[in-house]
Nanobody, 121 residues
Framework: QVQLVESGGGLVQPGGSLRLSCAAR????????MGWYRQPPGNQRELVAS???????NYADSVKGRFTISRDNAKNTVDLQMNSLKPEDTAVYYC???????????????WGQGTQVTVSS
């Protein structure tokens, strides 16, 4: 079993910064792609940013130039640095990871429990 444990959400003023962290724990052989999704109030969950095992990144247009995703393969962690935050960034943010639990080329997708980010003055 694998768990994704998130931290770092909270309340911040517009223009401020927050850093989200996610650590994968459990029966892990290796990590595949990792990322962050968010679900604003009354809306569907959407991709914010993802990072492959070789470090290739992908960002939603709405966060390009403001958010940076990074990972530490040795620690099985993924972080999201969020700068110049806007009220429309308010959402529950979820960590996501594709995990190899055995040497076979089969991955399982896991989600974190979600962490609230509120951008408000």
């Amino acid at each position: 079993q694998v768990q994704l444990v998130e931290s770092g959400g909270g309340l911040v003023q517009p223009g401020g910064s927050l850093r989200l962290s996610c650590a994968a724990r459990g029966s892990i052989f290796s990590m595949g792609s990792m990322g962050w999704y968010r679900q604003p109030p009354g809306n569907q969950r959407e991709l914010v940013a993802s990072i492959s095992s070789d470090g290739s990144t992908n960002y939603a247009d709405s966060v390009k130039g403001r958010f940076t995703i990074s990972r530490d393969n040795a620690k099985n962690t993924v972080d999201l640095q969020m700068n110049s935050l806007k009220p429309e960034d308010t959402a529950v943010y979820y960590c996501n990871a594709w995990v190899y639990t055995t040497p076979r080329p089969i991955t399982t997708r896991y989600w974190g429990q979600g962490t609230q980010v509120t951008v408000s003055s």
